[in-house]
């Protein structure tokens, strides 16, 4: 199963910079999970402590309520879903739905710290691209926010 978990993360974009050996070493942290078109991966307001990562299908993420939330985005394949719930264990920000028929890798707030334990220098690294990740995100969202209040 390692090898099958480290095959799925080579070749994304956020792994680009890890080993084949590193993802051999993240692997055993990560769990494969499978959701069918039109399941709720979670809700808004759900209890948080893992993340995801995107390996097949596409995923809507909408705020406000399931049946009449607003759609925020689509995410596709490589995409990581839900890490602030991973970092701070708060509640979930948004509704995740299966979009198409996903697989999925979840790392828990557990499988992160067994991480940090075990390989504290790998752990660093990825905590340092999930950083940067966030940073990235952040600075999209504040312009947008600019955008808006200044129309």
Request: glycine content about 8%; proline content about 2%.
């Amino acid at each position: 199963m390692t090898n099958r978990i480290a095959d799925l993360l080579d070749g994304l974009e956020f792994f680009k910079d890890f080993s084949y050996r590193d993802l051999e070493t993240i692997s055993p942290h990560l769990m494969s999970i499978r959701a069918s078109k039109g399941e709720v991966i979670f809700h808004e307001g759900d209890p948080g402590s893992y993340m995801l990562i995107l390996v097949r299908g596409r995923i809507a993420i909408s705020k406000g309520g399931d049946d009449a939330g607003r759609l925020l985005c689509y995410e596709k394949e490589g995409r990581i879903i839900g890490e602030m719930a991973l970092l701070d264990r708060e509640r979930r920000s948004a509704t995740c739905v299966a979009e198409s028929d996903c697989e999925l890798l979840t790392l828990s707030h557990e499988g992160l710290e067994r991480m940090t334990t075990e390989h504290p220098y790998l752990a660093y690294r990825f905590m340092f691209y999930l950083a940067r990740l966030l940073s990235r995100r952040l600075r999209r969202t504040s312009g947008v926010l600019v955008e808006y209040l200044v129309t």
